[in-house]
């Protein structure tokens, strides 16, 4: 019986809104998106594990402290400065090139301190974020326990996303990446290489640029072109390309077979690595409202076979997929695949 690892808390991350072209659009990273997922997994007789409190050790191997500092108070500090918006917003970016490469000042103002940290406008902060995202890590954590006590296959609900979180910067609806956290908890445990493959909709910027120029954990990501228009926009190309890292663009509109192909050669790069973290995000399916590609339920359930025929330990860490009508099918499907 598969396990898949659960808390509670990754509800309560309430986003509210994205601002998106500076226009406040209603969020899809919901809790529902969640709650969706669990019950699929449920009624497909998946074993729910509560997740346990893990150290922050993993976490300050992927991220800068800064980061983790900021975000662990960042609602609490938004909200004690009784700020017009009701979420931690950015309007002002550090970027290096502000300040010719040196440091920058820590700001004095409260409403400033986001722009150290953010890199677009559409990750909201809120009363519960910073629990939810830490949850996440618990979570994945968790599911890596699993894995390294003898399970082959252990899927974490991780909510909300990570892959689009680099080392010191958070974005795209990400906060912490659970993805990257298990990765290097796996190389710490079983030794490397470990692999990533992320089949999000959208590239993993983020576990890409945590790892990048290491030998030891192979990045993978096939997605829509960032080319064609679509998040991150700047990077997810396949020149990043080299001996541990793959990027496999995609046109909008592709479905399964040129979807797949990709999946494939993702699995082929993958092939040496001692253990395996699935970035899964459902949002390349052709219900999807965030993404123009086309995968069905059966090329989902084909790439966890593929992914699955590497025979190696294997987490599964949740990114996207933002239709709730079909989020817990396609996961259960990918999952499906994964275990025979
Ligand atoms: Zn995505």
């Known amino acids: 019986m598969l396990p898949f690892v659960w808390s509670d808390d990754c509800l309560r991350h309430e986003p509210e809104a994205e601002v998106w072209i500076g226009v406040r659009t209603p969020a899809t990273e919901v809790p529902a998106r969640a709650l969706a997922i669990r019950e699929a997994l449920l009624v497909a007789g998946a074993q729910e594990v509560a997740a346990t409190k893990h150290h922050d050790a993993a976490l300050l191997r992927v991220h800068d402290p800064a980061l983790v500092g900021f975000l662990r108070t960042a609602w609490e500090n938004w909200s004690a400065a009784k700020l017009p918006s009701d979420r931690v917003v950015p309007y002002v970016f550090a970027r290096s090139e502000l300040t010719s490469g040196r440091a920058p000042a820590a700001p004095a103002a409260v409403w400033a301190r986001p722009g150290l940290f953010a890199y677009d406008t559409m990750t909201l902060i809120g009363p519960g974020t910073w629990e939810a995202a830490r949850a996440a890590v618990d979570v994945a954590l968790t599911a890596v326990d699993l894995v390294t006590d003898g399970e082959r296959l252990a899927y974490a609900c991780c909510r909300p996303p990570g892959h689009h979180v680099t080392r010191s910067l958070y974005g795209g609806s990400c906060y912490l990446n659970d993805a990257a956290v298990a990765a290097s908890e796996l190389l710490n445990r079983v030794g490397g290489p470990v692999a990533v493959i992320d089949i999000d909709a959208h590239h993993g910027n983020g576990t890409q640029e945590i790892f990048f120029g290491r030998s030891d954990v192979l990045t993978a990501s096939v997605h829509v072109d960032p080319g064609a228009g679509w998040f991150p926009h700047f990077l997810g190309f396949a020149a990043e390309s080299d ?61 966890g076979r593929i992914l699955g025929e590497l025979g190696l330990p294997t ?25 025979r």
Request: no cysteine; charged share 15%.
């Open 243 to 303: 001996a541990a890292n793959l990027n496999v663009p995609l046109a909008p509109g592709t479905g399964d077979e040129g979807w797949l192909s990709a999946v494939r050669d993702a699995a082929t790069f993958a092939a040496p690595a001692r253990a395996l973290v699935v970035a899964l995000g459902v949002d390349a399916a052709a219900e999807d409202p965030e993404s123009p590609l086309e995968v069905s339920a059966a090329g989902y359930r084909e790439a």
């Open 315 to 339: 987490v599964v860490v949740q990114e996207g997929g933002y239709d709730l009508a079909t989020v817990g099918p396609l996961v259960v499907e990918t999952l499906t695949g994964l275990a």
